[in-house]
């Protein structure tokens, strides 16, 4: 028993020693980043792309001698199969060619596992994360912006309304795009022409979202037992409040106020708009209400049960990003192998569209994106910048707009690739060049504070929540917006002293605000942190911009 | 004694095998649980305190705690882990059953096993063709289940009680995450199986319902009454063990303090409801030309008030008769805490039974709406299968059924199991010498007999309890709809791992641990004693 027990105590030691040994950067010449992104079959395509991009920027392994490495027969095949394409194939290698001096290695984790590993020293070299602000108020990232403005992907290279997502609260930048998310309707024209529903309006209100959509839901149900088609995706969800956001910014109000330091939703716009989120759910039925999604398609993956709703024609449109271009891909391939495999044309085209969400006046559209984080913990930084520089190239952002994969990160390298797209895929109409026209000129990131933590309760959905199942009334539901997220901002700052601090000082400025505002004098713009009120006030006339060299 | 070389030899092997596991089990129990007890009072936040970042930490005292107690979801959230728990009793009760079957011996002989077959075999084709008659084999799924269900008596009346206990303890190895998909399917509102049965049986009572809804406030009533006279009889009973030694002071107290739980509660339960069937008889009154044609109690006016002067006249009667049966002694003395586990598991198991009553009481008052408009019509809709997960009110039963599902085939069946092949079988005898009935038999001899069973599994199903909650949620609901489904589990994962304040976490998970502490504690004191009792 002994002897087993030391046998078996052996083996593992062994066990460990090895995998150490074999882990990546290791058995690597190289150096090797980590990067922790999403589990997406495109980033291995990415990763190759990299390494080319390496080479062709004269980042190449060199032998003693300082010649350049190259790969051998054996060396391409094993990378060929390891990525999974064949020689002669785009980014295969072959016999010849140069080593790149640098290797990338994608792991995925939940948002959860990425929190732990980053606060415990082990996140990968580069973080892909939404929360940036979070992370930097942990201090796990790395402040980038000269490096960033000295080698090509500072914020000028991307989309104006970006910074807010992607500057800490030192005012320093510390990601890059990415890519970007958008929150865009997308219409299947298919579906509509079946039930012979005029097409949707360029410049749409949610007067005009509730009259085509009660025709679009009398007739594509007609004769049914039960209700099966809806006009778009439940409205008790993140869509639902993206739709809520963009109508109540396009009547000038928001969830925060300009410093970002109140909730200030207890108002008669919050409280007619969730009514009426109410009314089409529960008495027009021109979205689903739990129950009805319950019972439909649970289909998961990108886009979820909505997307596959939308596909199969339950819903006629959906809220989603640009990023479902992949799906629609997949789905347009397999449903075109199949047709071929029964010696048919492959002709089978999804026609879709896109429109901005039904609103007012203040014309706005709400962006994200998946941000690459520079790791505070990375034991390889210069490497780590080159991929952040890589982001920013021609090269990866091609790449994104030709695979649908959210809106490019650089989109003024690659206009003309949009605008080629349609000639290609007139499917898809005007999409590409569509969103990324909306995110350059009326893009702003959705509702955030610094102040409330990414991780705490989506309060706002949460009341609408309560609301929907009867559990509030109106007046108690919007009253719960506004006080839960004040609680949310009260316990961030009495749970860090430099919150406090930072609070403070935008809580004094917010008063000067109100008080210029009520004086009806006009705001120096670098007042404003809320990303949309620097744009309404900027558009109404109501801002002082300051000029170089001026005392703030 | 003297320590030789070889017994230090001996020692050094027996710390070498256990220290892997003592080792493990220091990184990662004892540690983290120490350093969690230090978190609870400390304002540990990943924000300022990380690798990265090493503020000091500052001792808050009790402010975790206090902050807990004034959130205003943590009572929502409390509230939902014990609703959950109401659940237990069943699931015991359900595990008893099931063991008290699979331990009957019903192969019989070769000739016998075959009518048995062919009974079966014939109840299940006729229950069967009844479903189809009433529509409820309109959907493959539903076929699919009656003859799963087919399938499972044949095969179990051919291979015995070997196959039966296996297939019980299915739900228990089977992976978790399986099962709450499973069920989120059956649950599915609109084409789940549940739903697909339930509608043509609701669909039938419709008509009855309508036909008693005029009666509804009165059988309300005589439920919330029949409640409170339950509860004097109970008390009585409790009173009069008392008086015969039988029971202690301490738990003569415990008992009718568990017993008075479902009085207190239907105030808070029933008003709702009660309010929504005056609003609905008000309407009624005002829409129908002939307020008469409903015929209840809105015509006196009804006040929500009265279930609470209803509820508080028959908690005093209880109580006032209590402290005057104690305040005057009895003939037989008895240590105070004498049958605390008849108190905890008795008493127990009737106040979840009352609350049950309170509960259908409920559905009687907001029945009328669902079948009635206000003027007088039949909704359109008549009586609608629940929504299940995606509504408020069923979600947690929802997740109480399956738990239920999943209880009676656990472990607790196989404790069952082994407590009845350790039952003395000439105890049996003599009760069939005696001429005991069977029911006479399982109350007087197996009942006492498993005592000890039932309250270990009492204690570890409120222990499971209290801990449970978090993978149905992440699973099934999300804690949705509107908190509804989140537990106390599934609210330290949020605050840990969603805000970082793993201070306040820890703070919730101490308190957890003290609830689990505390049940722990009467199982050690009052465990062994129950049984001898």
Redesign the interface.
Known sequence: M?KL?LGI?LLLVAAAFYTMLTATDRASEVPVITWRTDTNPQREEQIMLFREWLVRNGHIQKDKDGKPVLYTQEEADALNAHYGVKPGEPHSVKAGDKKPNGNVVAETASN?ST??Q????MAGDIVDTAEVLGYQ????GVPLTEDANKNGYGLNTTYPGMAGLLVGMDGEQYAYPCNGSSATVWINMDTLNRFGVKEIPEDWTPEDFERIGKEYVMRANEGLQ?QEYFFTQSLDSGAGVSLLTNIVRSKGYDLYNETLTRCVADNDIFKKYIKLFYKWTYEDRLVP???????MS?ESGYGGADFSNFISGKYAMVVTGRYCLIRFREVQDEKNKALVKEGKEPNFRINFATRLPPQYEFKNFIFGTRAAMFY??SKQPELAKLFMQFLASKEYNRYIVERGDGLPPNPSLVMEELKAIPKTRPNEGNVNLQEVEWAMTIGIPGNFSPFV?S???NWLQ?SI??YF???MTLDEAVKNIETRYNMEIE?SKK??P??MEAWKKDWAIQQKIDEYKKAGRKIPAEWIKNPFYLKYYREKGMLRESTPGEKK | MAFNKKDAKDCAVGIGFLLPNILGFMAFTVIPLVMSIYMAFTDWNLEMHNYFRFEPIRFVGFDNFIKLFTDPDFGQYFGNTFFLMIGIPFGVAGSLVAALLLNWDFNGSGKRRIWTTMLITAVMIASAGILVCLGMGATAMTLLMVSLIGGVLVIGSLGGKTVYRTLFYFPYFTAGVATYILWKKLYNPLTGPINNALRPILEALNPVAILIAPACTAIGIILLVFVGLFFLSMVRRKLRLWRDGECGTLSAWLGIALLSLPLIFSWSWCSPSWKSMVEYNAACAVETARPEVLVNVSTTNPNPVWLLVMAIAFLATGWGFAAYRLSRGRKYNCIPDRAIGDSAIVDGSTMVGLMAMVGIACVFWVLPQMVLQTNGQPTPDGLTPPQWLADYYWAKPSLLLMGFWGAIGSNNMLLYLAGLSGVPQELYEAADIDGASPWQRFWNITWPQLSNVTFFIMIMAVIGGLQGGFDMARVMTQGGPAGSTTTLAYYIYTQGFGTGRLGYASAVSWLLFLLVFVVTMFNWKFGNRYTNE
């Open positions: 002994k027990f105590l959860q929190l732990i980053a606060v415990s020293g108020q942990m201090g796990v039960r209400n739990a129950a009805d999604v319950a019972s649970t505070r913990g933590k991780g705490s309760p949460s929540n309560q199942n009867n559990r316990t749970a860090n430099r919150m």
